[in-house]
């Protein structure tokens, strides 16, 4: 897919997130469009699904760790048509399939429930052992946001990936410096996160734009687990903000929120 027609498609996400969350009259916009971009390339360009068959055994599976930002992942679960976009305006109504976090058994395309901070990342770390050890193989991709990694499971998510070198887990923290209560240096401030997650053993690579799709493109060959994971960027405290790319967690991006 050209960077046009990711960008058309990252447009369409934004649309729906904020069709979803007004229709609702609640939600999550912020968090949800700063991750519009990475979650466009994940579902557009680098995730192996199918939208038809929802549960195949080996697809990639993405978790939202920070799930309050179902609208986000919603809209682009619409967009690569596991539902119909109409389904947006049903966001946290009584009866609909899109509450104010993802359901994975209401919700074609969800791979985990989530909602309580910092547990979701804990998910994708057994999701990423499991098919390593029993197969079949498929990666691992989790959503994080910067005022949840101040939630000590994450880092012992985190040193149990680096332990157990699970290569095929993609871990991406979406920093944009704020959280409910304020900025993340005002509440809780998890920084230097790239030096924490090098210490648990990622591999850190920082790049220049997270909002440009050049930036986000892979840096080796497709196809061939383990696929390498799509790159970010830094911009210290403005923009998409940073990558951290790894090893046995494979990607930490810190990003907008």
Known sequence: MTNEELERRAREVRKGIIIGTHAAKSGHPGGSLSSADIMTYLYFEEMDIDPKDPRKADRDHFVLSKGHCAPGLYAVLAERGFFPKIDLETLRHIGSRLQGHPNMNDTPGVDMSTGS???GVSAAVG???SSKTFGPEYRVYALLGDGEIEEGQVWEAAMFAGNHALD???VIVD???LQIDGTIEEVNSAQPIAGKFRAFGFHVVEV???SDFDQLALPSPRPGPPRACPRASWQDG???GRLIHGGPGRLARQGTE
């Open 208 to 210: 220049a734009d997270g």
């Open 127 to 129: 999701m990423a052992l």
């Open 168 to 170: 095929n887990l993609c």
């Open 238 to 240: 403005q923009g998409q």
């Open 117 to 119: 901070l910092g547990q």
């Open 175 to 177: 920093n944009n410096g």
